[in-house]
């Protein structure tokens, strides 16, 4: 299994207040990936980066930010959580932009 | 814009008998590839096959196999001699290569919940 990691994996959260979500890879793959994973959704991208300070927007990326500092780490931060971010969110790692390998979800609830 | 549909939501199988995910995606890229992933009740997403649009074969990984139909834009999922273990929800999944500005690269379906019956 690769090596990559979430923080928390459960939260519970009040709306308005800010969250942020961690992912730890140890594979030194250059991609990172956020997702969000809704009931008759799929997963939808919500941001990526393609290298240390350098991100992009995915598909569902309002209301949230995100940084990299360090290669191994991806943060997801909600500025002021709301109950529509109630969701399952998986980080993703990929070497090369292609297959991608995933960490084990975290899952937020925002009350 | 590129769309993958997953017209089963559900659906069951005896233990060892044979069943077929169907997936059928839209693009008008030619260069792409496309993915099955299952997700356990563990959440953890998990590749199981995947497939290059240049290649004409069909990609085979043990009981996993694709039925990939470039020109219908079709990509079936058939396990056979299915186990209890492969009991899971499963997403198809298309890529191309590079990003676009404005784009993304991986687009999912909305899942098929396999149950293997014992």
């Known amino acids: 299994d690769a090596g990559i990691t979430q923080s928390p994996r459960h939260k519970v959260t009040e709306t308005g207040t800010p969250v942020t979500l961690r992912c730890h890879q140890t594979?030194?793959?250059?991609?990172m990936y956020w997702y969000r994973q809704d009931p008759g959704h799929g997963l939808r991208l919500i941001h990526y980066?393609?290298?240390?300070?350098?991100?992009d927007k995915g598909e569902v990326s309002d209301g949230y930010s995100v940084s990299r500092s360090k290669t191994e780490d991806f943060l997801l931060t909600l500025e002021s959580a709301t109950s529509s971010q109630t969701s399952v969110y998986f980080c993703?790692?990929?070497?090369?932009?292609?297959?991608?390998?995933f960490g084990p979800g975290t899952r937020l609830t925002v009350l | 814009a590129q769309t993958v549909t997953q017209s089963q939501p559900e659906m069951s199988v005896q233990e060892a008998e044979t069943v077929t995910l169907s997936c059928t995606y839209d693009?008008?890229?030619?260069?792409?590839?496309l993915f099955w992933y299952k997700q356990p009740p563990s959440r953890q997403m998990i590749l199981v096959i995947r497939?290059?649009?240049?290649?004409?074969q069909n990609a085979t990984e043990n009981r996993f196999s694709v039925n990939f139909q470039k020109a219908a834009k079709s990509f079936s999922l058939k396990i056979s001699d299915s186990q209890l273990g492969d009991t899971a929800m499963y997403f198809c999944?298309?890529?191309?290569?590079?990003?676009?500005?404005?784009?993304?690269?991986?687009?999912f379906g909305t899942g098929t919940r396999l149950k293997v019956l014992a």
């Open positions: 993703a790692i990929s070497p090369d932009n292609n297959e991608q390998f």
């Open positions: 594979e030194n793959h250059r991609y």
């Open positions: 980066s393609y290298g240390v300070k350098d991100t």
């Open positions: 693009t008008s890229e030619s260069n792409y590839y």
């Open positions: 497939q290059e649009a240049y290649k004409q």
């Open positions: 999944a298309f890529m191309k290569p590079k990003f676009t500005s404005g784009t993304y690269k991986y687009i």
